[in-house]
C-alpha cells in the first residue's frame, strides 16, 4: 500500500468530552475532518453514550471509505493518561473511572484517553501557536480558565494528572465565591462564566460573555467588569511567566474571539506588573475550539502506533470537507 492511499484510507474517531456535549470527529491520516457529530452528555450512563458515539462515527467513516485505527478521547477533570483513568470529574460524577478499558472492551479498537486542555495542548504544539516552541503555555478561557504547560517540549502532568488547574489560583483575598469552593481564584473574575455571573448580578438580567464584550465602551458595568477580568488574568499570567519561563503563552477559548479588545490590555498590565524582566509573547490559539478533538486524534494515531502520519499534519481548523 503506498503512503498517499494509506493516508487516505487509515483515519482515527475522536472525542471532545464536555459536562454539556461530546463533540467527535473523524479525522484521516492528513488530518483531514471527515465527519463531526455533537451530541448532548446525558445525566447517566455516560460512558454508554460515549461508545455509541464512537460506533456511530465509526460506521460514517466506513461509509466514507476509511477505517477507524483507533479512538481518542479527552475529557475534563483529573487524568492519568498512561493508565488511561478518569481520577475524579466533578461534572461528570466520575471518580477513578478506567475510560480507557471500559472503551477498548466495548469498541474493539486501540484506545488514547486524555486530559481536554493538556491535550489541546498536544495539538497547538503539533499544529496551532505553538509550532516551533519548546516552552509555552495554552489558557483556554471559556466557561472555566485552565491551562497546558509545555517544558523543555513536554508536558507537564503533575504527580496526580491534575497539573494546570491555572483558574483556581487564588488571587483576590477574601474574593468572590469560586465553583471550586474557594474564594477569589482566577476563574471567579476571568472566566466567560465570570463574566455573565457577574453582569446578572450587578444589573439583574443575563448578558452572555459575548455580549458583554459587544457592549464595551457603551456599558459601564460591562466596562468595569471587563476591567477586573484583564487585570486579574494579567496577574495570574504573571505568576506563570515567574514561575514556568515560557517563550510563549498562548490564549484560547471563547474569550479569544474578543482579539485585540483583549490582548492589548492584557499585555500592557502584564508589562506594568514585571518589573525586572520581560513578558513572553502572547498570541491567540490557532486552532480554537478545534484543538481538543484535533488534539484527541493525534492521541489516537500515537495509540496505533502511526505516528508517521502526524508528521505532514497541515490542518485548516475552519475547514468544512465533511461529507
Not at 11 to 18: E, I, P
Not at 119 to 130: K, P
Amino acid at each position: 500500500m503506498t503512503e498517499a492511499l494509506t493516508r487516505s484510507t487509515a483515519a482515527v474517531v475522536a472525542v471532545d468530552l464536555g459536562g454539556s456535549s461530546m463533540k467527535g470527529v473523524v479525522v484521516d491520516g492528513s488530518g483531514r475532518e471527515l465527519a463531526t457529530r455533537t451530541v448532548p452528555t446525558p445525566d447517566r450512563e455516560v460512558v454508554s453514550a460515549l461508545t455509541q458515539l464512537v460506533r456511530d462515527l465509526s460506521t460514517i467513516a466506513a461509509g466514507a471509505g476509511v477505517t477507524p485505527v483507533a479512538a481518542g478521547v479527552v475529557t475534563p477533570g483529573s487524568v492519568d493518561e498512561a493508565r488511561g483513568v478518569v481520577r475524579y470529574a466533578s461534572n461528570l460524577g466520575w471518580r477513578d473511572l478506567p475510560l480507557r478499558d471500559h472503551l477498548g472492551d466495548a469498541l474493539d479498537l486501540p484506545v488514547a484517553v486524555g486530559h481536554d486542555v493538556r491535550t489541546a495542548g498536544v495539538a497547538e504544539q503539533l499544529l496551532g501557536a505553538g509550532r516551533g516552541s519548546d516552552s509555552f503555555v495554552l489558557v483556554p478561557i471559556g466557561t472555566g480558565v485552565a491551562a497546558a504547560i509545555v517544558s523543555d517540549g513536554r508536558l507537564v502532568a503533575g504527580f496526580t494528572g491534575a497539573a494546570g488547574e491555572f483558574g483556581h489560583i487564588p488571587l483576590v483575598p477574601g474574593g468572590e465565591l469560586c465553583p471550586c469552593g474557594q474564594r477569589g481564584c482566577l476563574e471567579a473574575y476571568a472566566s466567560a462564566g465570570a463574566l455573565a455571573r457577574r453582569y446578572a448580578a450587578a444589573e439583574g438580567h443575563a448578558r452572555t460573555a459575548e455580549e458583554v464584550v459587544a457592549s464595551l465602551g457603551s456599558d459601564a458595568t460591562a466596562d468595569r467588569l471587563w476591567d477586573e477580568a484583564v487585570t486579574v488574568l494579567a496577574q495570574g499570567l504573571n505568576v506563570l511567566t515567574i514561575l514556568l519561563d515560557p517563550e510563549l503563552i498562548v490564549i484560547g477559548g471563547g474569550l479569544s474571539r474578543a482579539g485585540a479588545v483583549l490582548l492589548e490590555p492584557l499585555t500592557a498590565r502584564m508589562e506594568s506588573g514585571l518589573a525586572w524582566r520581560g513578558r513572553p509573547r502572547v498570541v491567540v490559539s490557532e486552532l480554537g475550539e478545534s484543538a481538543g478533538r484535533l488534539g484527541a486524534a493525534v492521541l489516537a494515531f500515537r495509540a496505533a502506533g502511526r505516528d508517521d502520519l502526524l508528521a505532514s499534519w497541515r490542518v485548516d481548523p475552519s475547514q468544512d470537507q465533511h461529507p
